[in-house]
Every structure is written in C-alpha cells, then in structure tokens.
C-alpha cells in the first residue's frame, strides 16, 4: 500500500457533539474501505468497514457513507467523547493482478474540547 | 481471542546493525502484513504473507526481509540499519484475502 503522509489535517469537536471525519480515496476499481483509529503509541484499531456495494453502514455510535461517484468516504461519530481523541485513516483495498493492494489515507487528528 | 502480538515492543540500535521483530498473528489468521509508519511519510506497504509465502511486497530495498511460519507467526528483519528505518513497524493479521486487517501495537525501532 502507498500512503501520502505529511501534515495531519486536525479537527476540534466539542464533547458530545458530532463529529465528521473525511477521507478522498483514489482508486475507483477500489472495492473495500476500512476505518482504523490510532491513540497515540499504539497500532490501528479496526472501527468499521464498508463494501462497495453500500452506501452506508452503522456501528455503534459510527455511521460510514461511502460515495462513489466522487470516491468519498466519511465517518460520522455521534455524542463525540474525550477517549475519541486520536488520529483516524481510511484505507481503500482493491485487487491488484490477483494480490490485495491496501492503500492508507493520511489520517486526521481528531481532538475533543472537554 | 487475543490479538496481534509484536515483540519486542521498543527497541534502540546503531547505524549498521541488524534486526529481527516478530508478530503472533490473531489465532486462525493465516495472512500476515507488515508496515512501515513515520511521521513524514505515514503508513507504507512492507509486504505480505500467507501460508508461508509472500504473496505482495511493497516498495522498500532489499535490506527490509520477512518470513512466515506455518504456524503463521511471521518475522522481518532489517540489515545495515540506516537512521532513517526509524519507524513504527506495525504488523496486521487478517483471515484471509480481502478480509479486515487487524493491527498489533507496533515495535517502535529507533536507529541512532
């Protein structure tokens, strides 16, 4: 996988508001989209997944929706909480001539105002 | 089930030494995958294995090398260490193919 990584883009939410996390992908042939959430020091964290052939998918408290017209992915956390300070990726994974290619956005960092 | 284990968790060595990390995969994972994250350049494609063979590798030098066991514990080993190997080296199980990857807390490698 090839990941573009430089400055993290950094949003701030107010605890317990709503919070939207984007993320552009760059493969239309790309077919499975994974959310991972980073704390610091530690790895990824799986939080959802969607299928291409979704639209839209819900967790608890985290709602992915997935564009593919113009190859959006966002993540919605409802009621945003202190312990959902960290830095958050999306990751597109296509076929590649029969191997699996991962491929990581840069993350952005998202901190909660107590 | 407990998750993906790396070991050791942090490690310090010189310019031109060499090093080997390991990863416990998730139980009945068979597919193993290695990562490289700095802060400059993010999460980079190491390489891939399965059932003991590499299936992908991503675009690193030939310094950079792993290998998989059949119980699907997989090691990788940097040799000539350059300062800038230092990195988090993340290692991801999945089950299979196309399945969710799930990460182990890393081996933080800084190189001096």
């Known amino acids: 996988g090839e990941s573009v990584g430089l400055h993290l883009p950094t949003l701030s939410v107010q605890e317990g508001d709503n919070s939207i996390i984007n993320c552009a992908y760059s493969n239309s042939a790309s077919d499975y989209f994974i959310w991972y959430k980073q704390e610091s020091g530690k790895g990824p964290q799986f939080i959802i997944d969607?299928?291409?052939?979704?639209d839209k998918r819900q967790g608890q408290r985290v709602t992915v929706l997935l564009n593919k017209t113009v190859k959006h992915l966002s993540l919605q956390i409802a009621a945003t909480q202190p312990g959902d300070s960290a830095v958050y990726f999306c990751a597109e994974l296509r076929d590649s001539g029969g191997y699996q290619k991962v491929t990581f956005g840069i993350g952005t960092k998202l901190q909660v105002i107590p | 089930k407990a998750g993906v284990t790396q070991t050791p968790r942090y490690l310090i060595k010189t310019r031109g030494q060499q090093v080997t990390l390991s990863c416990s995969p998730i139980s009945g994972h068979r597919s193993v995958s290695w990562y490289q994250q700095t802060p400059g350049q993010g999460l980079q494609f190491l390489f891939e294995y399965f059932s003991e063979t590499q299936r992908n590798k991503g675009n690193f030098p030939g310094r950079f090398s792993g290998r998989q066991f059949s119980n699907s514990r997989s090691e990788m080993n940097v040799s000539t260490l350059e300062l800038g190997d230092s990195a988090l080296y993340l290692c991801?199980?999945?089950?299979?193919?196309?399945?969710?990857?799930?990460f182990g807390p890393g081996t933080r490698l800084l190189v001096l």
């Open positions: 991801a199980s999945s089950a299979s193919y196309q399945e969710t990857q799930y």
């Open positions: 969607i299928r291409s052939n979704m």
